[in-house]
C-alpha cells in the first residue's frame, strides 16, 4: 500500500477549490466522524460546470456551496449535477443544487431508483419481517435490533435533500463531451448497485468515486433490501474494468487524497478481501454465527451502527464463499444462520502450500 503517491499536498480549503488538472477543480465539504470529508469534482465547460457529487444535505454544506458559487466558482452556472452513486455524502445536496441551478442530475438508473425508494422509506429504522429475519439470522437478538432503530435515526431520507423527480440515465461506455474533453462512464458495483466512474483518457484521470479509494476500503455489504445478494463478487468483478486503465492513471477518490497507483491499489484490495475469506473459513471449520465472526474481520470493538456495517461486511463475505461451494449455510430452528467449512482443499491452502510446478506446459 505504501507503493501509492499522492502528488498534491494538503487540500483545499472548505468553500475553495483547488485546479489540480486543466478544468478540473477539487473540492472537498465535511463529513462527520472518522470520515472528516467527501472530495468532490468540478468539471469546466464554456457552458457551465459539470459538479460530481454534492455532498451532505445539510445546512453547512450547502452554505459552503454557496460560498462557492460567489466565489471559486463564480462567472458560470452549473450546467449539470453527476452522482456517482446514492450514498448520502454524494447526493445529499442534488435536489437543492437541481432546484437552485435548473440543472439536471445524471446519474445511472440503478442508483437514481435505489435514491428515490431510499428516500421514502425503507431505511433501518424501518424493518419489516424479512429485515428482521435477516438481522436474526446473522446472529442478533430483539434488544440489538432495538438498539440498532434508535442508532440509525430518521435513515436516509433524513441525510439528503428531496431527489429531483426525473434523472439522465448514465450507462457503462457513455461518453460525456465537458471542456472540449471526453470523459467516459465506467461502472462499477458492489459498494452501490450501479456506481459511475469517469475515465478522461486524455487527462489521465479516474474520477473514482467510492469504487476505489486510497486508505480505507470501501464498504460492500449485503442489507435486507436484498438479503441474497453477492456484493464482494459484483465487487471483484468490476475490478476488471479498472486494471486495465494506465497504472499512471490519477485517480480522484471520494475519501482520502487523489493518488496514482490504481493497480497496486486493486490488488491490494482484492488480496486483502481474499485472506479474509480464508480467516473466515479457518473459523468456519466449526459451524458458527455471523455475529461471532466480527473479529476475525474487524479488531476494534464496534458500536451499534458499526456492527451493522460489520455485519453487512462480513455476510457479503460469507456469500462469496458460499458462491464458491466453499461455506454451507445452514437455518437454524431459532432461525439463526450457521455458516460451516465445506471445501476439503482447505486444510492446505490454509498451509499456503503451493502447488509444486508442472514439468512444461500443455501442448494440448
Ligand atoms: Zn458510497
Redesign the pocket.
Known sequence: MGELTYPFEGWPQPGETREIAPGVRWLRMPMPGSLNHINLYALEDDAGWTLVDMGLGDERTRDLWEQLFSGDLAGRPVQRLLAT?M?PD?VGQAGYLSERWQAPLHMTRGEYYQARAFSQGGGMGNMNWEGEAFYRGAGLTADDLATMRKSFGGGYGASITPLPLGHHRLQHGDVLTIGGRDWQVLVGAG??PEHACLYCRQLGILIAG?QVLPVITSNVSVHPNEPMANPLKDWLDSHDRFLSLPDETLVLPAHGEPFRGLRKRLRALIAHHEDRMLALEEYCTRPAIARDMLPVLFRRKLDSRQMIMALGECIAHLHLLMHRDRIERVTGEDGVWRFRSIDPDLARRLRAERDTPDDGPMMV
Open positions: 452513486h450514498h454524494h459498494h452501490s467510492d
